[in-house]
């Protein structure tokens, strides 16, 4: 464990001389990127628990992988998406949809964890990743994988930017987007992908469990404190950037794992943000 | 068949804002109605009428191009349906933002203006003038007062005027309302049917509205379309309205009466559920 100084800037050089840190900076900071725009969008459309179950299925994915001797990355990203054709097949009788994706997104988690336990035991029980698989590694990111995951992030961002605004419409109001000519059908397949993309993305640093911490919070806390889109992007992009970047520097110089402390400190993030809301309400603006 | 004409000027006679031949309508292989017929010209307010579940809204869908005729001919604006939907205002029904919609009304509006566009909205001169055209809107449905609060928050009645707004968004020259008033109290109702009319009278706007309570709306109706599986009965309302047609065609008494300020009121239950069809499964 590493013992902060009394100066920041010494402390900060300190912290980042270390190539693997500079890393988990580089990559924390796509990873919030991505997730606070993305997570955005699925608070909006209230599809959080369709976001749970795609982070979730990149257990099996990567255990599956790492059982076959493919790449892990294979893994994520062939499980996640496959997760998401399924849940997008869900019959899309507008007024039905949602309660039932939901029963059939549960049934898709529930399927995906079993087979991520059964990848497991395949694997004769030596699968020492299992801890990094489900709470992430942080600390281990290369250089390499950075340079992946912000191609991947540029990519998915431009899909994002050019979908973005017929999307907000279709989740919003679909019965008015459809007869506007918006293709509210397509675009939720198109969304649901493009969130198994992003959790696939984020799980490999976070891990399957701490994905949410990134996904839901920042967007979850943003909403509490604007009703304007625009302005919910962006400021849900700051907060998870935020988030990220401090739990990095108190869990460098901290006896305790990464994920605790992202997980806690977008979890207090939130917080204030209600209570800001909460406070606000009873004032007459 | 009419020629569809397209229409050059305005101020020129204009092709009819919804023609509507002998049309009929299959659903899952039931035949949801036959033999509808519906002429609609520019600046017409006209009411479709009819007991839950005959296909009104269906009707809607026949002229947004979104399900097609098995038989008849439609034609909408001069062209056939689902050509013409950006000069088509469309107010889905009952359709309502829950607490937790944490969006402005002024966003849900201008999502009518170009929430169909592909890409982001640069700022710029385009971007004021949207915002611009936005406030006009709230302004027209007189929506100003509240129309920056979160619209999940609003009641009823005032997130139906932001919803006419945004209908209203592309300045359409035809609009059409599927029960706009459901759900509304008593001066709410009269308030968005006096702002409905209105529209149609000084903007020339065609008016297609759902209803199935036809009081409110009756003072400022040009025609009145009943609409009954087997086809619909178009009329002015002192045609249409007389007790006889009502009672035969809702298949229960109605009866009409004349206030001493000589609106008629119909009275009866025209909205009583007549059969539970499958309204709610409708693609």
Redesign the interface.
């Given at each position: 464990m590493n013992q902060p100084g009394w100066n920041p800037v010494a402390d900060l050089q300190q912290m980042w001389a270390l190539p693997f840190m500079v890393n988990a900076y580089r990559a924390g900071t796509v990873l919030a990127l991505l997730a606070g725009l993305v997570g955005f969008l699925m608070v909006?459309r209230r599809q959080a628990f369709a976001g749970h179950t795609l982070s979730a299925v990149g257990f099996p994915g990567a255990a599956g992988a790492t059982w076959l001797g493919v790449p892990a990355a294979l893994g994520y990203f062939g499980f996640c998406v496959a997760a998401a054709l399924t849940i997008a097949a869900a019959p899309s009788?507008a007024?039905l949809r949602f309660s039932e994706e939901n029963a059939l997104v549960g049934t898709v988690q529930a399927f995906a964890l079993a087979c991520g336990y059964l990848f497991v035991v395949l694997y004769h029980g030596v699968l020492g990743g299992t801890t990094a698989l489900l709470f992430g590694s942080f600390l281990g990111v290369t250089a390499g994988q950075v340079t992946t995951l912000a191609v991947l992030a540029v990519v998915l961002l431009a899909v994002l930017?050019?979908?973005?605004?017929?999307l907000?419409?279709a989740s919003?109001?679909p019965?008015?987007?459809?007869?506007?000519?918006?293709p509210v059908r397509a675009l939720d397949v198109v969304f649901l992908v493009l969130l198994a993309a992003t959790a696939a993305e984020v799980v490999q640093i976070t891990g399957a469990l701490m994905v949410f911490t990134l996904l839901v919070l920042p967007p979850a806390a943003a909403?509490?404190l604007t009703?304007?889109?625009a302005a919910?992007l962006a400021l849900s992009v700051v907060l998870a950037l935020l988030v990220t970047w401090v739990a990095l520097g108190v869990a460098y110089y901290s006896p305790y794992p990464i994920g605790f402390w992202l997980s806690s400190i977008a979890f207090g993030t939130y917080l204030l943000a209600r209570a800001t809301r909460a406070v606000r309400d009873r004032v007459p603006a | 068949m009419t020629v569809a004409v397209p229409d050059q000027a305005p101020g020129r006679a204009l092709a009819e804002a919804v023609d509507i031949r002998d049309a009929q309508v299959r659903l899952g292989g039931r035949q949801v109605w036959s033999h509808v017929s519906l002429r609609v010209q520019p600046g017409e307010f006209v009411a479709v009428l009819g007991p839950n579940g005959v296909g009104k809204s269906t009707l809607l869908q026949v002229v947004l191009g979104l399900l097609k005729v098995s038989a008849g001919e439609v034609s909408v604006l001069g062209r056939p349906p689902g050509e013409t939907n950006e000069r088509i205002g469309f107010l889905p029904q009952r359709r309502t933002f829950d607490s937790s919609v944490r969006v402005r009304g002024l966003d849900v509006v201008r999502l009518g203006l170009d929430g169909h566009r592909w890409g982001l909205p640069l700022p710029g001169t385009g971007s004021r003038r949207a915002a611009a055209k936005v406030a006009e809107l709230v302004e027209l449905v007189g929506a100003s007062a509240y129309a920056g609060r979160p619209i999940g928050q609003l009641s009823g009645g005032e997130q139906q005027r932001l919803l006419i707004a945004q209908a209203l968004a592309r300045d359409p020259q035809l609009l059409l309302l599927d029960e706009p008033l459901d759900s509304l109290d008593l001066p709410n109702q009269g308030a968005v049917a006096g702002l409905v009319s209105r529209l149609c009278r000084e903007r020339g706007v065609a008016v297609v509205m759902v209803a199935h309570d036809v009081n409110p709306i009756l003072p400022y109706l040009d025609l009145v379309t009943y609409l009954a599986p087997a086809g619909t009965a178009t009329g002015t309302p002192a045609e249409v309205i007389p007790t006889e047609t009502l009672s035969r065609l809702y298949g229960i008494p109605m009866e009409v009466l004349s206030t001493s300020d000589g609106r008629l009121v119909v009275v009866g239950q025209p909205d009583a559920p007549a059969h539970h069809s499958n309204r709610h499964e409708q693609p």
């Open positions: 909006t009788s007024r930017a050019a979908i973005g605004r017929p907000l419409f919003l109001d019965q008015a987007a459809r007869a506007s000519g918006v909403r509490e009703c304007r889109p919910g | -």
